[in-house]
């Protein structure tokens, strides 16, 4: 069971580095002038990011995380701190496949966007990170 947490964790970190991440390029991206060499570069950046690094980890987070509640019953079903950060895991999942559609709205040169928008989106996958850690670490309820 060891493996598969320490698995998850890490796989966690992964993902929140992206997640915390790709705004701040979205954020640089919007400086840049579409077609230049910096826009185009960071599209390949966008992109590594999202593909390489953030989805797999997102992937092997949930896979992971749920090893861990159904083969390890590493879950309280009637604990509502559970249920909380079940619901807070699935908002970063859509939080994640929102940053896929920015991505790929750079990626054709449709961004409408302002940078103040990324700046403030940027701060969502920190909250609910908090919420998170709180649920699993303080378990409140």
């Not at 060891?2 to 991440?21: C, D």
């Not at 640089?28 to 999202?50: C, D, I, N, P, W």
């Not at 390489?52 to 009637?78: C, E, R």
């Amino acid at each position: 069971m060891l493996w598969i947490k320490a698995l998850h964790v890490i796989s966690i970190i992964a993902w929140m580095a992206g997640l915390l991440y790709l705004p701040r390029l979205f954020v640089y991206h919007t400086e840049a002038e579409t077609g230049s060499v910096q826009s185009e570069t960071f599209k390949v950046m966008e992109r590594r990011l999202y593909r390489g690094i953030m989805t797999p980890a997102m992937i092997a987070s949930w896979l992971f995380g749920l090893w861990l509640i159904f083969f390890y019953d590493a879950f309280d079903w009637g604990a509502l701190w559970g249920w909380v950060k079940i619901a807070m895991v699935l908002l970063l999942t859509v939080i994640h496949l929102f940053f896929g559609q920015i991505r790929r709205d750079f990626a054709e040169d449709r961004n409408q966007r302002p940078q103040r928008f990324f700046r403030m989106i940027n701060e969502v996958p920190t909250l609910i990170m908090i919420v998170i850690v709180i649920m699993i670490i303080v378990r409140p309820f």
